[in-house]
């Protein structure tokens, strides 16, 4: 990862403040890396920390909106006013600033694909939006392929013969 500026309590106050649009945040637990924050800014510069080496003043001081999900951690990691959950499963979240989440489609992926690839899916997003491209997706966006569709119609034809079936057994049984 040296693509990444990992900060310390040593060199972080030269960076601040931080214009933070994303960040990745691993509960102690998490598969993965526990104890890390990631954070990408708007002008695409990608830190990380962990927070279990700092103090949470200087950990909030890096990452305001993190402060927003420490104080509220007993709401199960909500969204910070302005910003956006994407739960990607495994004690790993990924917080977006609406603006951002509205300009990334994370509709065809599931949680593992997104915890992959999600620094290039921001740093794209960061330059439509630098260009004027927006997708204008939304959180509610559902795609909904053929394949769903056929998949859907199946089982509901399979709920249909069931119930038939039974209908029939019950009206043998009278």
């Known amino acids: 990862m040296s693509e990444f500026v990992v900060l310390n309590k040593a060199d972080y106050k030269s960076i601040l403040p931080l214009d933070v649009v994303a960040f990745h945040y691993s509960d102690l ?39 927003a999900i420490c ?22 979240s990924l917080y977006l600033t609406s603006e951002l989440r509205q300009n990334i489609s994370v509709a065809d992926l599931c ?28 959180i509610e966006d559902v795609r909904v392929t053929p394949n769903h569709i056929e998949t859907l119609n199946d089982a509901i034809s399979d709920y249909d013969d069931s119930l038939n079936t039974m209908e029939e057994q019950a009206d043998a049984v009278l």
């Open 29 to 67: 637990g998490a598969c993965g890396r526990p104890g890390v924050i990631i954070i990408i800014t708007r002008d695409k510069r990608k830190y990380e920390i962990d927070y279990t080496e700092l103090p949470r003043e200087i950990v909030f001081s890096i990452c305001p909106p993190f402060a």
């Open 71 to 92: 104080q509220a951690a007993a709401n199960d990691h909500p969204s910070p006013v302005g910003w956006m959950r994407l739960n990607l499963g495994l004690g790993n």
């Open 111 to 138: 949680p593992p694909e997104i915890y992959q690839r999600w620094v290039p899916m921001i740093i794209d997003a960061l330059y439509r939006i630098e260009n004027g491209i927006v997708l204008d997706v939304s």
